[in-house]
């Protein structure tokens, strides 16, 4: 269809329509028999092709056709062309009401109805009563769907139609179930074309449709954005679907890959600058890197793998960690709320998601981001709203949510006085049992002494500490030499051998970067040998960014996390997103620590 303006408003959609109809296609309003039919032995290949398109995707039609049914309804289905080639109802299924198969329901033949403006417009459409251009449509009520593919072309249109009786909430209600099976027959084919890529769920809470699912956003390896469904452009907030094709997933979304595959299964919002916020679930687990420029093929891609850490593994070389990890799993899950403390890279995080991994709805708010502004007051305000409302899967009650204030001891007055609040309406309000939130604090420092300098207001403190843990630091865990080589086999794939002199220097060293610290010299020391064997380990170089030259590297006779950062954003030219990712941090993460050791990028 060719002089369509595209997302008009109805009312002007509508009339650019009619306008067509007179004075492009020269069509009559008073037709007696407007709509064209064509011979049966032209319906079958059309039904046959469309049926292809769609992956055989009958199941959701039939179940259609039976609500529709049910409603006095007639469900419809076109090709792209418009052509009708299935029709189900109460009755006959080649004719209802003079609908029949094999009607053109081009707009050019069939001037003005839902299905005709569904396929020109490219939306949802419905069009009610006298807003039909023929008088012999005017006593229907149709509302259409196009169909689309995993590349969002128009492959077809659904509609109901039935007859009209001036009640607008007829159309509201077929365009949800319409848009239901629209969505799910385009995401059959999305998950199918793009299942070699990593597949991320994104909704906007509280604003979904009713029974619309979430749109579908493909990502390659390398953490680009592939293809996304119909609407995903609109949820991120830009113009065109086209604008998602090509960036970075990070840059859109406000979070990578990696972090979100660290938490399969669950579901994490974030919000991007100023953008809304967002649900994002990955469907499908990230899939390891094929290559890196500047290693050869033994370069093990296991190095890269996000790590899946089990409460065991974090226990490992430390009594004292395991008696941690064992209170904290025993809080969360009876529902007490969970402060845990303790140096950068003692485990905080890792912790917090092996706690968190199967939980259906968890919100992460980094409060050292946080500053006093409008657009963070609001952002705040709509986390607690989002943990006022209920999680309903699609059988069974309602599911508890998951609220983690990272960097708690940091947090701002206003922010303290919100979570303060929604605390108090849980503990106090009867109708909110049924939802509950899990609070899990993190801290740098301690709350109590944040509380002791007047910075943290007691009473809340009170609230989140139902237990408070901190987590040992790295120099007083008893076996690291264990711990090293349990971290080796999860960065390599494989078991690592490590040399007694490597064992004597990781003993030796104070590792005050903890784990973390830890983490990244033997990840880089994997990257300059074979990834099997580490005979010796340089404690206190920072991991560089720079794949290719892994030997430049400048050495601190201790741990210098802000001189690591610096030197993973040279090396990745200033690319926030490509640093995060080498280190093992989130964006948000980098920004802060930007901010903490005052690192700005050059003009």
């Given at each position: 269809m060719s002089g369509t303006n595209h997302q008009l408003p109805t009312a002007r959609?509508?009339?650019?329509?009619?306008?067509?109809?007179?004075?492009?296609?020269?069509?009559?309003?008073?037709?007696?028999?407007?709509?064209?039919?064509?011979?049966?032995?032209?319906?079958?290949?059309?039904?046959?092709?469309?049926v292809t398109e769609v992956g055989g995707r009958q199941g959701i039609f039939r179940k259609l056709a039976r609500l529709a049914a049910a409603a006095g309804h007639c469900l419809v289905v076109t090709d792209k062309d418009g052509i009708l080639v299935r029709l189900e109802c109460d009755g006959d299924e080649v004719d209802w009401n003079g609908i029949a198969l094999g009607?053109?329901?081009?707009?050019?033949?069939?001037?003005?109805?839902?299905?005709?403006?569904?396929?020109?417009?490219?939306?949802?459409?419905?069009?009610?009563?006298?807003?039909?251009?023929?008088?012999?449509?005017?006593?229907?009520?149709?509302?259409?769907?196009?169909?689309?593919?995993?590349?969002?072309?128009?492959?077809?249109?659904?509609?109901?139609?039935?007859?009209?009786?001036?009640?607008?909430g007829t159309g509201l209600f077929a365009r949800q179930l319409l848009s239901a099976a629209a969505s799910r027959v385009q995401q059959t084919l999305f998950e199918r074309d793009f299942s070699d890529a990593t597949i991320v769920s994104v909704a906007v809470p509280g604003q979904r449709e009713l029974v619309k699912d979430a749109e579908l956003v493909a990502v390659d390896d390398a953490g680009y954005i592939l293809s996304a469904t119909s609407s995903?452009?609109?949820?991120?907030?830009?113009?065109?679907?086209?604008?998602?094709?090509?960036?970075?997933?990070?840059?859109?979304?406000?979070?990578?890959?990696?972090?979100?595959?660290?938490?399969?299964?669950?579901?994490?919002?974030?919000?991007?600058?100023?953008?809304?916020?967002?649900?994002?679930?990955?469907?499908?687990?990230?899939?390891?890197?094929?290559?890196?420029?500047?290693?050869?093929?033994?370069?093990?891609?296991?190095?890269?793998?996000?790590?899946?850490?089990s409460m065991a593994e974090l226990a490992v070389g430390s009594g004292t960690m395991a008696e941690i990890c064992k209170q904290a799993k025993a809080s969360f899950e009876n529902g007490i709320p969970l402060v845990i403390e303790g140096e950068t890279g003692t485990g905080k995080s890792a912790l917090v998601s092996t706690l968190i991994r199967d939980a259906h709805h968890a919100l992460t708010v980094d409060c050292a981001a946080l500053s006093d502004t409008a657009d963070d007051r609001d952002y705040i305000r709509s986390v607690v709203d989002q943990c006022r409302l209920?999680?309903?899967?699609?059988?069974?009650?309602?599911?508890?949510?998951?609220?983690?204030?990272?960097?708690?001891?940091?947090?701002?007055?206003?922010?303290?006085?919100?979570?303060?609040?929604?605390?108090?309406?849980?503990?106090?309000?009867?109708?909110l049992e049924c939802v509950p939130v899990k609070l899990i604090a993190t801290g740098r420092s301690s709350l109590r002494q944040a509380?002791?300098?007047g910075s943290f207001r007691e009473d809340l403190y009170y609230m989140l500490a139902g237990l408070s843990v901190e987590l040992p630091p790295l120099r007083n865990r008893e076996a690291l030499g264990l711990l090293a080589a349990v971290l080796a086999r999860k960065l390599a794939g494989h078991d690592v051998d490590i040399a007694k002199p490597a064992i004597d220097a990781i003993h030796a060293h104070r590792w005050d970067g903890n784990v973390r610290e830890l983490r990244h010299a033997l990840q880089q020391v994997l990257l300059q040998g074979d990834g099997k064997r580490i005979d010796r380990i340089d404690v206190g170089a920072p991991m560089h960014a720079d794949l290719a030259r892994p030997r430049n590297l400048r050495k601190y006779g201790v741990f210098d996390e802000g001189a690591m950062i610096l030197e993973a954003l040279r090396a990745t030219n200033w690319n926030v997103s490509k640093a995060a990712r080498h280190l093992g941090m989130g964006r948000a993460t980098i920004h802060r620590k930007m901010k903490a050791f005052q690192i700005s990028r050059p003009t």
């Amino acid at each position: 269809m060719s002089g369509t303006n595209h997302q008009l408003p109805t009312a002007r959609a509508i009339n650019s329509s009619w306008h067509r109809c007179e004075h492009v296609y020269n069509l009559k309003r008073d037709a007696g028999h407007p709509i064209l039919r064509l011979q049966s032995s032209e319906i079958a290949p059309r039904l046959e092709a469309l049926v292809t398109e769609v992956g055989g995707r009958q199941g959701i039609f039939r179940k259609l056709a039976r609500l529709a049914a049910a409603a006095g309804h007639c469900l419809v289905v076109t090709d792209k062309d418009g052509i009708l080639v299935r029709l189900e109802c109460d009755g006959d299924e080649v004719d209802w009401n003079g609908i029949a198969l094999g009607s053109v329901w081009d707009e050019r033949v069939a001037g003005t109805s839902g299905v005709s403006m569904a396929l020109s417009e490219g939306r949802e459409f419905t069009v009610r009563g006298k807003e039909h251009f023929y008088a012999k449509l005017r006593h229907f009520s149709c509302t259409g769907v196009p169909l689309r593919n995993a590349s969002n072309e128009v492959i077809g249109a659904v509609g109901l139609t039935s007859i009209d009786q001036g009640n607008p909430g007829t159309g509201l209600f077929a365009r949800q179930l319409l848009s239901a099976a629209a969505s799910r027959v385009q995401q059959t084919l999305f998950e199918r074309d793009f299942s070699d890529a990593t597949i991320v769920s994104v909704a906007v809470p509280g604003q979904r449709e009713l029974v619309k699912d979430a749109e579908l956003v493909a990502v390659d390896d390398a953490g680009y954005i592939l293809s996304a469904t119909s609407s995903a452009h609109e949820v991120s907030g830009l113009h065109a679907r086209e604008n998602l094709v090509g960036l970075a997933f990070d840059t859109v979304f406000g979070t990578d890959l990696p972090s979100l595959d660290r938490v399969p299964g669950r579901v994490m919002s974030v919000r991007k600058d100023r953008g809304p916020l967002l649900d994002l679930w990955v469907r499908t687990p990230l899939q390891a890197p094929r290559a890196f420029p500047g290693f050869s093929d033994r370069t093990p891609t296991g190095i890269w793998r996000g790590l899946q850490t089990s409460m065991a593994e974090l226990a490992v070389g430390s009594g004292t960690m395991a008696e941690i990890c064992k209170q904290a799993k025993a809080s969360f899950e009876n529902g007490i709320p969970l402060v845990i403390e303790g140096e950068t890279g003692t485990g905080k995080s890792a912790l917090v998601s092996t706690l968190i991994r199967d939980a259906h709805h968890a919100l992460t708010v980094d409060c050292a981001a946080l500053s006093d502004t409008a657009d963070d007051r609001d952002y705040i305000r709509s986390v607690v709203d989002q943990c006022r409302l209920p999680v309903v899967p699609e059988s069974g009650p309602a599911q508890s949510k998951v609220l983690v204030l990272d960097n708690a001891d940091e947090m701002p007055a206003f922010a303290q006085a919100e979570i303060r609040k929604l605390v108090d309406d849980m503990e106090g309000n009867p109708s909110l049992e049924c939802v509950p939130v899990k609070l899990i604090a993190t801290g740098r420092s301690s709350l109590r002494q944040a509380v002791a300098r007047g910075s943290f207001r007691e009473d809340l403190y009170y609230m989140l500490a139902g237990l408070s843990v901190e987590l040992p630091p790295l120099r007083n865990r008893e076996a690291l030499g264990l711990l090293a080589a349990v971290l080796a086999r999860k960065l390599a794939g494989h078991d690592v051998d490590i040399a007694k002199p490597a064992i004597d220097a990781i003993h030796a060293h104070r590792w005050d970067g903890n784990v973390r610290e830890l983490r990244h010299a033997l990840q880089q020391v994997l990257l300059q040998g074979d990834g099997k064997r580490i005979d010796r380990i340089d404690v206190g170089a920072p991991m560089h960014a720079d794949l290719a030259r892994p030997r430049n590297l400048r050495k601190y006779g201790v741990f210098d996390e802000g001189a690591m950062i610096l030197e993973a954003l040279r090396a990745t030219n200033w690319n926030v997103s490509k640093a995060a990712r080498h280190l093992g941090m989130g964006r948000a993460t980098i920004h802060r620590k930007m901010k903490a050791f005052q690192i700005s990028r050059p003009t």
